[in-house]
């Protein structure tokens, strides 16, 4: 990717390692290692990924090793946004014995699945050949959505509205029940302030005819599971005036195609709700 990638702050994510951990040591704690495993002892391991993909997720993997040895040490060498090939480094860890074991799974659910969101984003993002941006959505996992949405921006996309409050989204349920496009649009104008954003979810043209008409103060259109043709003629018709959003079961194959009408954007749901977890291996040095 491009660009110098802002890491999260740790307050966004350090509850969910905690309660992570908390979960997989239950009430008794890493029974097989604190048997098998003598306190005080030191060991390195080396995080390495086993397919190739694009990584996510490392300061919560090192987190969860931090939190159960502060003295913990992270060394990276390919860092969130860095693409890997199979048997690739990514980082090494030194630490208490019994904390890199106890640690291991947490952090690898962490940074398998989030590599997995930054991966898929990638593949999508060089289908699209820098014709237009890719975005994610909403659909993201209970809890998880601060983390999920930064791994889509390692994959080298951009996120589109964060939760329900930070944008307007006029979609298809809310015209139906407002009494149309014309209705829900005076509505939420008369409603929200002037910082707000507002993008309209049409699925015909003649609905983005009647959105060009009373336009103002609308920053950007869905053009909702409209096929090539007809978003092309939904560009030429917006011509600039909206920014103009492709959505609706887009894959890899099918995103070149849609890129190429000149849309300013494509966002598909399962890079967050589907994506699959990038493989990633801890193996202890000896």
């Known amino acids: 990717m491009t660009g110098e990638l802002a890491a999260l ?13 908390s979960e997989d040591f ?10 098998t495993v003598p306190a005080g002892m030191r060991a390195s391991a080396v995080l390495a990924a086993r397919q190739p993909g ?40 030194t630490a208490d014995a019994r904390a890199l074991l106890s640690g291991e799974r947490v952090a690898l659910n962490f940074l398998g699945h989030l590599s997995g969101i930054a991966t ?6 060089d289908a699209v050949a820098g014709r237009c941006a890719v975005t994610c959505t909403r659909k993201t996992t209970p809890g998880l959505r601060a983390v999920e949405k930064y791994a889509v921006r390692c994959g080298g996309g951009v996120n589109h509205r964060t939760g329900l409050d930070d944008a307007v989204l006029i979609k298809d ?7 149309g496009v014309t209705a829900a649009v005076e509505q939420v104008l008369a409603q929200v302030g002037h910082l707000v954003a507002i993008e309209v979810e049409v699925d015909t043209l003649d609905q983005l005819r ?31 005036r909206l920014t103009a959003e492709a959505s609706g079961r887009i894959t ?15 966002s598909a749901g399962w890079l967050t709700h589907s994506a699959a977890v990038l493989d990633i291996g801890l193996d202890i040095q000896v």
């Open 26 to 35: 239950g009430r008794a704690g890493d029974l097989t290692t604190m048997a």
């Open 210 to 240: 009647e959105l060009l008409e009373i336009s103002a103060g609308v920053d950007a259109v869905l053009l909702d599971n409209m096929d090539p043709p007809t978003l092309r003629e939904a560009v030429a018709l917006i011509d600039g």
């Open 173 to 179: 349920n809310h015209i139906a029940l407002a009494g």
């Open 54 to 93: 694009t990584v996510a997720g490392l300061d919560l993997a090192g987190l969860a090793f931090e939190l159960l040895d502060p003295t913990a040490e992270v060394v990276v060498s390919k860092g969130d946004g860095c693409r890997v090939a199979a048997g690739e480094e990514i980082a090494t860890i």
């Open 252 to 266: 890899v194959e099918t995103a070149p195609a849609i890129a190429e009408t000149g849309v300013d954007l494509i």
């Open 120 to 125: 898929a984003t990638a593949t999508l993002v």
């Open 9 to 21: 702050p740790k307050i966004m994510f350090e509850d969910l390692v905690r309660q992570a951990l």
